[in-house]
């Protein structure tokens, strides 16, 4: 372990951490980058979730359009292409994105059509794009009566 990682609380010059790093070997170079990889969970719904879920069924089954709506913020953050690491060893980090400012996207999908309509802005999402985004909605579908939109508190 790294005297910077296991204490990072303490304060340290760089030239000291750099003489103490060098003394036992350990090196400031490239980090290497490896793919993004995340574990699949396992699914447990509450008993609201699932009383969604059964109202969503029965809604289609009565022929409605059954639209679910989500919006997400995004950032890309900067990484350090340099790091410590021993002696014939790297230190790896994720690989990252498009470095960018705060995104928004909001995506509306249905399970019989897919994606039905998505928008991505730079900065937060307002109660204006939003309005502006539903009436777009509304012109996509063609002003249909028979849609049920879900979606969680913007």
Do not use: C, W
């Not at 793919?35 to 069924?57: F, G, P, R």
């Not at 802005?121 to 204006?128: I, K, P, Q, S, V």
Request: glycine share 4%; hydrophobic share 35%.
């Amino acid at each position: 372990m790294f005297f910077h990682r296991e204490y990072p609380d303490v304060k340290i010059s760089g030239s000291t951490l750099y003489r103490l790093y060098s003394k036992h070997g350990i090196k400031f170079k490239k980090r290497q980058t490896k793919a993004h990889h995340t574990e699949a969970k396992k699914l447990s719904l509450t008993e609201d979730q699932i009383n969604q879920v059964t109202e969503a069924l029965r809604l289609r089954d009565e022929g409605k359009l059954i639209l679910y709506l989500d919006e997400t913020n995004f950032m890309a953050k900067k990484h350090l292409p340099n790091a410590y690491s021993s002696k014939y060893t790297s230190q790896t980090h994720e690989k990252e994105g498009i470095r960018a400012k705060t995104m928004s996207a909001v995506v509306v999908i249905s399970s019989e059509h897919g994606l039905v309509e998505h928008q991505i802005e730079a900065g937060a999402f307002n109660a204006d794009l939003f309005l502006d985004f539903l009436d777009k909605l509304r012109f996509r579908l063609g002003n249909r009566r028979d849609i049920v939109i879900f979606m969680d508190n913007l």
